[in-house]
């Protein structure tokens, strides 16, 4: 990272590597036997593509590592008292953990808690903290009006939404633990290391009086961010804030199109389940022998057709979709750090009236020959010179540290997105290439036809 706080974006330079045929390296194992109603485990095995996106690094230099596994959601409790747990794994070889491998159970308001903890201490400092999951009631009541949350007893709807939010929780604490800083905050490491049950985070409860408190607060801050606009002196944050607001408006114009594609790839896996189902209904009353096993191959090709076309829905909302919702939260985080910096600001500029209040009271006193009060005038001059000093290296402390957050962050989101799409499109051309065998298999059938 460049010292002196400026965003360094490489130099653009790209390698060029020889080209494959698309499928040729991708292995599918796809057995007629799987469970095929995991709606969360592909039948795709997949093997790596050739190299992409090379000029991007996907691993950060360093011999630390930390690796944060959120699993096995559990219903503790009955009824509209009761809430899911999950097991939150870790492995690391950073010397603030007492332990290399440990393990913990924590619940969502935890989470949201540690949340809380590290924007009260971050936030003003300058440093982009990713934001937790958004609480959902209606998932939540769901849950605990349910019964335990398991795959042969839980719902799909309800499945889906505890592996959103399992997920959800589990890429919030890898990005976390991925902030130089952050990863060795002492509330960090005690929520991933202590065994013992975190103090009850009441005020995260989102009808809570705390949390109505919260919504009239949020209120304010957006409302003190359209009406005050800063004079600023520094043409970086200009440019950066205006990239920041286009990149935003675009991911979500973006995400909104990928939640309108899951939507259609369901309903068109719906659809083509009704065309086996109609085939194989065809093929039971069709005399001919030749014509009535190709309709029946039909047919079963189509069922395997709906669960890849199932499977290629859950592609772009787990790998793609929920990527591109949590960057709309992390730019939301961002424009959180640039807001800070303008409350800072508003605290200098404060400081300076005040300031020149006092110098000007001092001087009126000094005209007036009040020596009594002198004195004291010269104490709150010499107090509003040093709130003013300590307001304006605040001020510069936290414009440097959002240059140096702002270019960890775009390293970080190059890695990530790298990794994703690479992951999309292997997931996707694997996907293709079983569409494929799949209906290679029953052209013989259909030519033998007599």
Same mark, same amino acid.
């Given at each position: 990272?460049?010292?002196?706080?400026?965003?360094?974006?490489?130099?653009?330079?790209? #390698?060029?590597?020889?080209?494959?045929?698309?499928?040729?390296?991708?292995?599918?194992? %796809?057995?007629?036997?799987?469970?095929?109603?995991?709606?969360?485990?592909?039948?795709?095995?997949?093997?790596?593509? %050739?190299?992409?996106?090379?000029?991007?690094?996907?691993?950060?230099?360093?011999?630390?590592?930390?690796?944060?596994?959120?699993?096995?959601?559990?219903?503790?409790?009955?009824?509209?008292?009761?809430?899911?747990?999950?097991?939150?794994?870790?492995?690391?070889?950073? &010397?603030?953990?007492? @332990?290399?491998?440990?393990?913990?159970?924590?619940?969502?308001?935890?989470?949201?808690? &540690?949340?809380?903890?590290?924007?009260?201490?971050?936030?003003?400092?300058?440093?982009?903290?990713?934001?937790? =999951? $958004?609480?959902?009631?209606?998932?939540?009541?769901?849950?605990?009006?349910?019964?335990?949350?398991?795959?042969?007893?839980?719902?799909?709807?309800?499945?889906?939404?505890?592996?959103?939010?399992?997920?959800?929780?589990?890429?919030?604490?890898?990005?976390?633990?991925?902030? =130089?800083?952050?990863?060795?905050?002492?509330?960090?490491?005690?929520?991933?290391?202590?065994?013992?049950?975190?103090?009850?985070?009441?005020?995260?409860?989102?009808? %809570?009086?705390?949390?109505?408190?919260?919504?009239?607060?949020?209120?304010?801050?957006?409302?003190?961010?359209? #009406?005050?606009?800063?004079?600023?002196?520094? =043409?970086?944050?200009?440019?950066?804030?205006?990239?920041?607001?286009?990149?935003?408006?675009?991911?979500?114009?973006?995400?909104?199109?990928?939640?309108?594609?899951?939507?259609?790839?369901? $309903?068109?896996?719906?659809?083509?389940?009704?065309?086996?189902?109609?085939?194989? &209904?065809?093929?039971?009353?069709? $005399?001919?022998?030749?014509?009535?096993?190709?309709?029946?191959?039909?047919?079963?090709?189509?069922?395997?057709?709906?669960?890849?076309?199932?499977?290629?829905?859950?592609?772009?909302?787990?790998?793609?979709?929920?990527?591109?919702?949590?960057?709309?939260?992390?730019?939301?985080?961002?424009?959180?750090?640039?807001? $800070?910096?303008?409350?800072?600001?508003?605290?200098?500029?404060?400081?300076?009236?005040?300031? #020149?209040?006092?110098?000007?009271? @001092?001087?009126?006193?000094?005209?007036?020959?009040?020596?009594?009060?002198?004195?004291?005038?010269?104490?709150?001059?010499?107090?509003?010179?040093?709130?003013?000093?300590?307001?304006?290296?605040?001020?510069?402390?936290?414009?440097?540290?959002?240059?140096?957050?702002?270019?960890?962050?775009?390293?970080?989101?190059?890695?990530?997105?790298?990794?994703?799409?690479?992951?999309?499109?292997?997931?996707?051309?694997?996907?293709?290439?079983?569409?494929?065998?799949?209906?290679?298999?029953?052209?013989?059938?259909?030519?033998?036809?007599?």
């Amino acid at each position: 990272m460049d010292t002196n706080g400026t965003l360094d974006h490489g130099d653009g330079e790209q #390698t060029a590597k020889h080209t494959q045929p698309a499928f040729d390296n991708v292995d599918i194992t %796809s057995p007629d036997d799987e469970n095929e109603n995991d709606i969360f485990e592909s039948a795709i095995q997949q093997e790596p593509l %050739s190299p992409v996106l090379e000029d991007v690094p996907t691993d950060e230099a360093g011999d630390t590592f930390i690796e944060i596994v959120v699993a096995d959601p559990q219903k503790v409790g009955d009824g509209m008292g009761s809430y899911l747990a999950y097991k939150v794994s870790t492995k690391t070889n950073i &010397l603030k953990f007492k @332990k290399r491998q440990f393990f913990t159970m924590r619940r969502f308001s935890d989470f949201l808690g &540690l949340h809380d903890l590290l924007v009260s201490k971050y936030l003003r400092m300058g440093r982009i903290i990713p934001p937790a =999951p $958004e609480k959902n009631i209606i998932g939540t009541t769901k849950v605990r009006m349910g019964s335990q949350p398991q795959a042969e007893t839980g719902t799909g709807v309800n499945l889906e939404w505890i592996e959103n939010r399992r997920a959800s929780l589990e890429r919030f604490l890898n990005r976390v633990a991925q902030h =130089p800083i952050l990863c060795q905050d002492t509330d960090f490491v005690n929520f991933l290391e202590s065994d013992q049950e975190l103090p009850r985070a009441v005020n995260t409860a989102a009808l %809570s009086g705390a949390g109505v408190m919260r919504l009239f607060n949020k209120v304010g801050e957006t409302v003190n961010k359209i #009406t005050y606009k800063m004079d600023e002196n520094d =043409p970086w944050f200009n440019d950066k804030i205006n990239e920041v607001e286009t990149i935003d408006a675009h991911m979500q114009k973006l995400h909104s199109a990928i939640k309108a594609l899951v939507s259609h790839r369901k $309903e068109l896996a719906t659809l083509t389940g009704g065309v086996a189902k109609s085939a194989a &209904l065809l093929s039971t009353c069709e $005399e001919h022998t030749g014509l009535s096993q190709a309709l029946s191959q039909l047919a079963d090709v189509e069922e395997k057709v709906e669960l890849l076309r199932s499977e290629q829905a859950n592609s772009d909302l787990y790998i793609l979709s929920e990527t591109i919702k949590d960057y709309i939260g992390l730019f939301g985080a961002i424009k959180d750090v640039f807001h $800070e910096r303008v409350k800072v600001f508003q605290n200098w500029q404060h400081a300076q009236i005040q300031l #020149t209040k006092k110098r000007e009271n @001092k001087a009126k006193l000094e005209y007036q020959d009040r020596r009594d009060k002198l004195e004291l005038a010269q104490k709150e001059v010499e107090e509003w010179e040093g709130k003013v000093q300590r307001c304006q290296k605040e001020f510069d402390n936290i414009s440097s540290e959002i240059k140096k957050e702002m270019e960890r962050f775009e390293l970080a989101r190059a890695r990530d997105f790298k990794s994703t799409i690479i992951k999309y499109l292997q997931d996707q051309m694997a996907h293709q290439q079983q569409q494929m065998r799949y209906w290679e298999a029953i052209v013989p059938v259909a030519r033998d036809i007599a």
